[in-house]
């Protein structure tokens, strides 16, 4: 699976939209883009997934370039229940994959 | 509610004791699982990938003597650690992949051995 890379570490203040940037600048064509993030001392929660189009739900939206190298995870209206760690992956939708995680972004919510 | 539904939440065992945790898909039948360990303040690793009916994939670098793996049902995962050492005290978390879609994961277990 293709390498992503994440900012270490975010602020975004209470209220406000939250912007989570990850470059995936060597993806393949049938590599998905899935986001994820984890709480502290939680399991991973499942967040959203696209190919190539902008992808919203009840969540979040993802925005992925054009050239599909890069894309940016919104929270629209960030809580304090936010703060996470946020993981980009990129993944083959074929069969059961597994997920290969990185280092992934620590997002802050300040009140 | 829950998908996968893993347990303990915790653990505290001795050194050299075995210790066994379950992950069950509660919403769909599994052919695959997938079995993580994360250290504090670092990302999940990938241990091993569990297959309904045959034998577990280890990832490079995991002892399958160690680490053993039973996936003997579509809806039951289990991982049992044996003859555990401190260095193995670790939060332990199970995955379940939902067709190809989506991979959903269950609280953790949080193993602590003294």
């Known amino acids: 699976d293709a390498k992503t890379t994440q900012p270490p570490s975010m602020d975004c203040a209470e209220g406000r939209a939250a912007n989570l940037p990850c470059n995936h600048s060597?993806?393949?064509?049938?590599?998905?883009v899935y986001w994820y993030r984890q709480i502290h001392s939680q399991g991973p929660q499942y967040i959203i997934h696209?190919?190539?189009n902008n992808e919203t739900n009840e969540m979040a939206s993802l925005i992925i370039t054009e050239d599909r190298k890069s894309s940016t995870l919104i929270l629209p209206h960030a809580t304090l229940r936010d703060t996470a760690v946020y993981y980009c992956?990129?993944?083959?939708?074929?069969?059961?994959?597994?997920?290969?995680f990185g280092q992934g972004t620590r997002l802050t919510i300040n009140p | 509610g829950a998908v996968v539904s893993q347990h303990p939440s915790w653990v505290i065992c001795k050194s050299g004791t075995s210790v066994k945790i379950e992950c069950r898909s509660l919403?769909?039948?599994?052919?695959?699982m997938f079995w993580y360990r994360q250290f504090p303040k670092q990302s999940l690793m990938l241990m091993a990938t569990?297959?309904?009916?045959?034998?577990?994939?280890?990832e490079q670098g995991v002892e399958k003597d160690k680490f053993l793996i039973n996936h003997a049902s579509l809806t039951l995962s289990t991982l049992t650690v044996t003859s555990a050492h401190p260095e193995d005290s670790s939060f332990y978390i199970c995955?379940?992949?939902?067709?190809?879609?989506?991979?959903?994961f269950g609280s953790g277990t949080q193993l602590s051995v003294l």
């Open positions: 995955s379940v992949a939902q067709g190809e879609e989506k991979l959903f």
């Open positions: 060597t993806i393949s064509g049938n590599e998905y």
């Open positions: 696209g190919l190539k």
């Open positions: 992956i990129v993944r083959v939708y074929q069969g059961a994959q597994k997920l290969v």
């Open positions: 919403d769909f039948q599994a052919t695959t």
């Open positions: 569990s297959n309904e009916g045959s034998k577990a994939t280890y």
